[in-house]
T-cell receptor
Framework: NAGVTQTPKFQVLKTGQSMTLQCAQD?????MSWYRQDPGMGLRLIHY???????DQGEVPNGYNVSRSTTEDFPLRLLSAAPSQTSVYFC???????????????FGEGSWLTVV | TQLLEQSPQFLSIQEGENLTVYCNSS?????LQWYRQEPGEGPVLLVT?????EVKKLKRLTFQFGDARKDSSLHITAAQPGDTGLYLC???????????FGTGTRLKVLA
């Protein structure tokens, strides 16, 4: 069972560069989201999606773009990387319709991003 | 803006002690969840509470949802070193699918 798969696991960027963090889930979940976690802190919601073609902003959306062209994939784009975006990024998915794990949020393993 | 504040932020206790972690908000949530996160990994769900006043037990862990569905607590009895980790509460505004996480409580249980 793959669950939620994120790539890359580690990335170093220079200020001003752009990149895309990939996220895929194989559980047919309608809900996907991206969070960032700074050292010793909780998670802050960047963007989320309740289905293909539908996205919305979370708590800290500035500097990030998302799209949801398929149920499975939810990439996160950093438009022009800044040192303040150095963080660990988690992709997550869940389903309101799962008989066994309704609303359980499944997380990927995280992507460690450093912007220098 | 919905916020979830957890207290305490850090907690270091001896094995065998009891502890309570709190998750508070001024907003009403349709459900609250508790997660535990270990270093280098994503959070893992411990429990979901959905009814005001609900109490759920998971072995030595007891979770309670406040009557007004604005707060929750996690009580651990006879803590063990394996309980060490970052505990996070998460809430969803009614029907929004927007899951907000708390600030986290970092627990260390010393043998």
């Amino acid at each position: 069972n793959a669950g939620v798969t994120q790539t890359p696991k580690f990335q170093v960027l220079k200020t001003g560069q752009s990149m895309t963090l990939q996220c895929a889930q194989d559980m047919n979940h309608e809900y996907m989201s991206w969070y960032r976690q700074d050292p010793g802190m909780g998670l802050r919601l960047i963007h989320y999606s309740v289905g293909a073609g539908i996205t919305d902003q979370g708590e800290v959306p500035n500097g990030y773009n998302v799209s949801r062209s398929t149920t499975e994939d939810f990439p996160l784009r950093l438009l022009s990387a800044a040192p303040s975006q150095t963080s660990v990024y988690f992709c997550a998915s869940s389903s309101r319709y799962s008989a066994t794990a309704r609303d359980t949020i499944y997380f990927g393993e995280g992507s460690w991003l450093t912007v220098v | 803006t919905q916020l979830l504040e957890q207290s305490p932020q850090f907690l270091s206790i001896q094995e065998g002690e009891n502890l309570t972690v709190y998750c508070n908000s001024s907003s009403v949530f349709s459900s609250l969840q508790w997660y535990r996160q270990e270093p280098g990994e994503g959070p893992v769900l411990l429990v979901t509470v959905v009814t005001g006043g609900e109490v759920k037990k998971l072995k030595r862990l007891t979770f309670q949802f406040g009557d007004a569905r604005k707060d929750s607590s996690l009580h651990i009895t006879a803590a063990q070193p394996g309980d060490t980790g970052l505990y996070l509460c998460a809430g969803e505004g009614s029907g929004t699918y927007k899951y907000i996480f708390g600030t986290g409580t970092r627990l260390k249980v010393l043998a």
